[in-house]
């Protein structure tokens, strides 16, 4: 069993920088590939980025690429999501998922943190 916490979420101003946390709680931390993603209202939810067990980035999310940065602390069994440049088009609750290693689906969710970036 693995419990999602996000933090870092907030309202900022276009061209603002964030960085989103998520604390994960149980063993084997470092055998999950970790995934954020994110739903704005009357929007499905959006693949943004994610890394893997082995520690492969992978930006799911073309608009993010170059402005978004995905990584993970082993140690603190904590992966975050550097986002800068925000755009109000990236408003949107950013949820934070886990699956064992190259598993197909994600079976662990966090109750999401929102983000709302202002023009």
């Known amino acids: 069993q693995v419990q999602l916490v996000e933090s870092g979420g907030g309202l900022v101003q276009a061209g603002d920088s964030l960085r989103l946390s998520c604390a994960a709680s149980g063993r084997s931390f470092s055998s999950y590939t970790m995934g954020w993603f994110r739903q704005a209202p009357g929007k499905e939810r959006e693949s943004v980025a994610t890394?893997?067990?082995?520690?492969?980035?992978?930006y799911n999310a073309d608009s993010v690429k170059g402005r978004f940065t995905i990584s993970r602390d082993n140690a603190k069994n904590t992966v975050y999501l550097q986002m800068n440049s925000l755009k109000p088009a990236d408003t949107a609750r950013y949820y934070c998922?886990?699956?064992?290693?190259?598993?197909?689906?994600?079976?662990?969710w966090g109750q999401g943190t929102q983000v709302t970036v202002s023009s």
């Open positions: 890394v893997s067990w082995t520690g492969t980035n992978i």
């Open positions: 998922a886990a699956r064992f290693r190259g598993a197909a689906r994600y079976d662990y």
